[in-house]
C-alpha cells in the first residue's frame, strides 16, 4: 500500500508552488524583522529627535508598526477572497 502525501508524489508544479508559498512567509516574517531592528532608529532620524528613548519616537513607530500589521492582515484577507472568488467562478 502506497503511503498518502508523499513528497515524491507531488508534481514538478505542486512543488514549486510550496516553495513559492514558503518564500512569501519567509519574507513577510524578514520585513517584520528587519523593521523592528532599525525602527526607532529610523524614527528618531524621521524626528529629528535627540534619541531613541524619546516618547515621540516610540509613539511613532509603534503607530507605523501597527499600520503594518493592519495592512499585511488586510491584504492577507484581500487576497484569500480573490481567490475564493476565483475558485467560486470556476466551480460554476
Known amino acids: 500500500m502506497r503511503k498518502r502525501g508523499a513528497l515524491r508524489d507531488l508534481t514538478s508544479a505542486q512543488k514549486k508552488s510550496g516553495i513559492a508559498a514558503w518564500l512569501g512567509w519567509l519574507f513577510d516574517g524578514l520585513d517584520m524583522h528587519l523593521y523592528t531592528l532599525v525602527a526607532r532608529r529610523s524614527s528618531m532620524e524621521l524626528l529629528g529627535a535627540a534619541s531613541p528613548t524619546d516618547a515621540a ?3 511613532k513607530s509603534s503607530w507605523i508598526q ?3 500589521l493592519i495592512g499585511l492582515g488586510a491584504g492577507r484577507r ?3 477572497g480573490a481567490s475564493a ?3 467560486g467562478a470556476a466551480a460554476r
Do not use: H, K, P
Request: charged share 15%; aromatic share 8%; net charge neutral.
Open 57 to 59: 519616537v516610540r509613539e
Open 66 to 68: 501597527a499600520a503594518f
Open 78 to 80: 484581500a487576497s484569500s
Open 85 to 87: 472568488t476565483a475558485s
